[in-house]
Structure formats: structure tokens, C-alpha cells
């Protein structure tokens, strides 16, 4: 076993604090359904609002906090650079404090702020100051980095970090501007940046999952190059206008300007060449699960769900099919499809990857039986939100009736995605245990 210095003890936290965020967020989530679906019998006692709130507070900081620990880990091994470990470690307990609060914010009944970030709006500060930290860490680790051969000096996964670091504070100021008169009193004004802003916020935090999985995909030796190609900055620079200009297709709704709707059309469509191109490497390097390791299991899982969840989200951005799809349950297939699918298998592929040579072969096996578990249970639970959200579509209904009145008819496929939640939030809880207990044994 390496020796654990104080910096990787404090990775090792991030990732324990993550695990303890996903697997708390799932049960929550599955509770979340019960309410929405018998609100009369448990609003009192579980409140749906609450559960959501808890839960998507929950499910975020797994990924941001397995993110933010990868991202520090991965630099320093990549670039050498040392961070201060007074500051890694104010960065963690400042995280789990303030994840504390938000969550006794809702307990509270004190919420006051918007989707996501539902929870009174003066705690944003903190999650910014955390931000600031964050990013002065690894740049300063990482500034002075070259790798020969490299086009542009950094590999591709280091750009991808920085500009994820970089996007999530701009997008996170943005996702506040409704805090100012000028745009939260204006109701267009505020709608149409409000939904611009979660739009690329969301795609800030792919690119530091994305920038994880390519450097997880370039481990072996006859892959490294790949991550300083032409091929590989190209895919960037279309990851990149979808991250400045794709969130467009989020305010096909909002009368605004037809100018931007016709280029965020466009940009949402250049995601079929990455479609395109993981067919093209499928055709040539067909996807296998060899041997006992259960990093290269989550991390094709991930690729199967990009996929998947590529096709859904092209269909709903042609602009007929998104003014249908708008408030249903089809909306909420592409966001845990995506947070699920595949920044769920990325980041657990992550911690494999790190914790692969503390596992068992009997934990290694566990690992990819609960990775076939969780796969069953979430193809049902993505097709039954689907299903469901086409039900409460007026695609299906009268047009002119709001979307609410066909709830009823949807949550037959709800009770669908509510069993098919179990084995998800059984598989999450044994994948949680293994990693938890291998990376306890190793900080000790
Ligand atoms: C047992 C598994 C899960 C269940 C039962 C569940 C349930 C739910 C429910 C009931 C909602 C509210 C939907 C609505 O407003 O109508 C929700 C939202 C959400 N969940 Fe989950 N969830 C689960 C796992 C996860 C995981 C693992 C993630 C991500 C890692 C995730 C990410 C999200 C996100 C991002 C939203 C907000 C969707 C939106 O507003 O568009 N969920 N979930």
C-alpha cells in the first residue's frame, strides 16, 4: 500500500464524503418518490419539496466532491506540483460543513433560493469561497506544467479541468443575477437567464467529469497519446461551444431573439459528431469487459450511457419535440439520465481506478455484480421516466390543456421508475461499502 501523506488523506476524504453523499442521496431520492406518489398519506411527515431538495443536494455534492478530490489527485500525480495541505483540508471541512447547514436548511423549512440551489441564497457565498480555493490550489500546482509532444503543452484532460474550474464560477455568478432587481424583477429577462445559466452551469461540472474519463481512458500505454491529438482537441472545441452557446436550446420557450435559438440549434447539433465519432471507435474498438476490473466496467458503462443519453438529448433539442418535452418527467430522463448514466459511472470508475489496488478479488467481483445490478434497474428506471414524461406531454393529451392534469396518467410509469429504483439504490449502497471500507482502511 502507497504511503498516505497528509494530501492523500484529504483526497481520500473528499471520496468518503462522496460516497457517504451518493448513497444517502439515493435512498433519499427513492423516499422522494413515495411522496410524489402519495402525497395525500405522507406529505405531512415527508414533504416532497424536502426530500427533493435533500436529495438533488445530496446527489450533487457526490458529484462535485468526487470530482473536486479526483481532479487533486490527478494533477498532483500528472504534474508533480505540491498543494499546502492546510488548504486542502480547509477546502474539505468547509465543504462538509456548509453541506451540513444547507441540509439543515431544508430540515428548517428555510429555502428561499432556486432549482438546484434551493437553499437560502447568502450560503452561495461559501460554496464560492470554496470555489476560489479549489481553483487557486490546482492552478498553482499545475501552472508550470508543460508535456512535450503536447499541442497546445497541457494534455487535454488539464485544459478540460481548468476550463471546468474557470465556467463553474463565472455560470455559478450567473445562476445569482435574479438576486439583482434589474433581472429577478423583469419576468422574461429573469426566465431566459435563468435557464441559460443552468444550461452551461451543468456543463461547467461535465467538463471536469469528461476531463476525468479521458484521463482514466489514456492509463494504458498505448493510449496516452491520445490525450494531446488533433482528434482529442477538436472533440474540446465542440464540448466547448456546447458549454458557451448549447444551453440555448434550454429557452426555445422564451420569446427572445431567433438568432440565438437558430445557433444553439445548430451547436446542439454538432453533438452528433461525437455521436458520430464514439460509433466510429465502437466499430474499431469494440467496447469489452475483460478480467476482474471494475474501473474499465463503470467506465464503458459511461460510454454505453453517452450514448443513450446523446440520442435523447438531440431529440429534445429539435425545437418541435423541446416545446413538448418542456416540464415533464422527459426533461428529468435527461438530467439523471446524464447525472446518473454517465457522471455517476465516470466518477465511481474514478475511485476504482484509485482504489483498485486495495481491492479484494472477492470485492472486485461484488463491485461488477453491483454494476450489473445497478445497469438493470437504471435502463427501467430511464425508459419508465421517459414513458411518463410522454404522458404528461400535450403530444399525447389535448394540446391545450397544462401539462399537470396528466400526471395521472404518468404515474403508472412512476410506479415503474419507483421499483426500478430498488436495485439502484441496493447496488449504490454495496458499491458505496466496498470503496468506503477499502479507502477507511488505507487512511488509517
Ligand atoms: C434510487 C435512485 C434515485 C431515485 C429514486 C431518484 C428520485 C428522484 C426524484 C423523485 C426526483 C424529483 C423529480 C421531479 O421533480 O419530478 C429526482 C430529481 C433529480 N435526481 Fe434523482 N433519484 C435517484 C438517483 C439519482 C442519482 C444517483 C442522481 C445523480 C447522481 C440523481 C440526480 C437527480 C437530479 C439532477 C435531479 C433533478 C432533476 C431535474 O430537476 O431535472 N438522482 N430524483
Not at 203 to 231: D, H, I, Q
Not at 280 to 286: A, I, L, Q, S
Request: overall charge positive.
Amino acid at each position: 500500500m502507497e504511503t498516505t501523506t497528509s494530501t492523500t488523506r484529504t483526497y481520500r476524504h473528499f471520496f468518503i464524503v462522496a460516497l457517504l453523499c451518493l448513497s444517502a442521496g439515493v435512498w433519499i431520492g427513492h423516499l422522494g418518490l413515495w411522496s410524489y406518489l402519495l402525497p395525500e398519506h405522507l406529505k405531512d411527515i415527508l414533504p416532497f419539496r424536502m426530500l427533493r431538495a435533500m436529495h438533488v443536494t445530496l446527489v450533487v455534492a457526490w458529484i462535485f466532491a468526487a470530482a473536486i478530490g479526483g481532479v487533486y489527485h490527478y494533477i498532483q500525480k500528472e504534474t508533480q506540483g505540491n498543494y499546502k495541505p492546510i488548504l486542502l483540508k480547509i477546502h474539505l471541512w468547509g465543504y462538509v460543513l456548509l453541506g451540513g447547514i444547507i441540509l439543515l436548511s431544508y430540515f428548517l423549512n428555510r429555502y428561499g433560493g432556486r432549482e438546484y440551489w434551493a437553499f437560502p441564497p447568502p450560503l452561495a457565498i461559501g460554496i464560492a469561497v470554496l470555489w476560489l480555493l479549489f481553483a487557486w490550489n490546482t492552478f498553482k500546482a499545475a501552472w508550470n506544467y508543460k508535456q512535450e509532444k503536447c499541442l497546445l503543452e497541457w494534455p487535454l484532460y488539464l485544459w478540460m479541468w481548468a476550463t471546468g474550474i474557470l465556467f463553474f464560477l463565472y455560470t455559478f455568478t450567473e445562476v445569482y443575477l435574479w438576486t439583482l432587481p434589474f433581472f429577478g424583477k423583469t419576468v422574461l429577462r429573469d426566465i431566459t437567464v435563468q435557464w441559460k445559466a443552468y444550461g452551461s452551469l451543468v456543463g461547467s461540472w461535465n467538463m471536469m467529469v469528461y476531463g476525468t474519463a479521458l484521463y482514466l481512458a489514456t492509463r494504458p500505454e498505448a493510449f496516452r497519446s491520445y490525450a494531446c491529438s488533433k482528434t482529442a482537441y477538436a472533440l474540446y472545441l465542440i464540448g466547448l461551444a456546447n458549454l458557451i452557446m448549447g444551453w440555448a436550446h434550454h429557452i426555445y420557450p422564451v420569446p427572445t431573439y431567433q438568432w440565438i435559438k437558430t445557433l444553439a440549434y445548430f451547436i446542439s447539433m454538432t453533438e452528433l459528431i461525437v455521436l458520430g465519432k464514439l460509433l466510429w471507435d465502437w466499430y474499431r474498438f469494440p467496447p469489452r469487459f475483460q478480467g476482474p476490473s471494475p474501473y474499465r466496467y463503470y467506465l464503458i458503462g459511461g460510454d454505453i450511457w453517452v450514448f443513450l443519453n446523446l440520442l435523447l438529448a438531440i431529440a429534445i433539442s429539435i425545437p418541435a419535440v423541446n416545446l413538448y418535452a418542456h416540464g415533464t418527467h422527459l426533461v428529468v430522463a435527461h438530467s439523471m439520465g446524464t447525472t446518473i448514466g454517465i457522471n455517476t459511472h465516470i466518477l465511481l470508475a474514478s475511485l476504482f481506478y484509485i482504489s483498485e489496488p486495495l481491492l479484494s478479488e472477492h470485492q472486485r467481483r461484488r463491485s461488477i455484480t453491483f454494476f450489473y445490478l445497478f445497469n438493470i434497474g437504471l435502463i427501467i428506471f430511464w425508459l419508465g421516466l421517459i414513458v411518463a414524461g410522454f404522458h404528461e406531454s400535450p403530444l399525447i393529451g389535448n394540446p391545450t390543456t397544462p401539462h399537470i392534469k396528466y400526471l395521472p396518467q404518468s404515474n403508472q410509469w412512476m410506479w415503474v421508475v419507483l421499483i426500478a429504483s430498488i436495485p439502484i439504490a441496493i447496488a449504490i449502497t454495496g458499491i458505496t461499502t466496498i470503496l468506503i471500507k477499502r479507502l477507511l482502511n488505507a487512511v488509517s
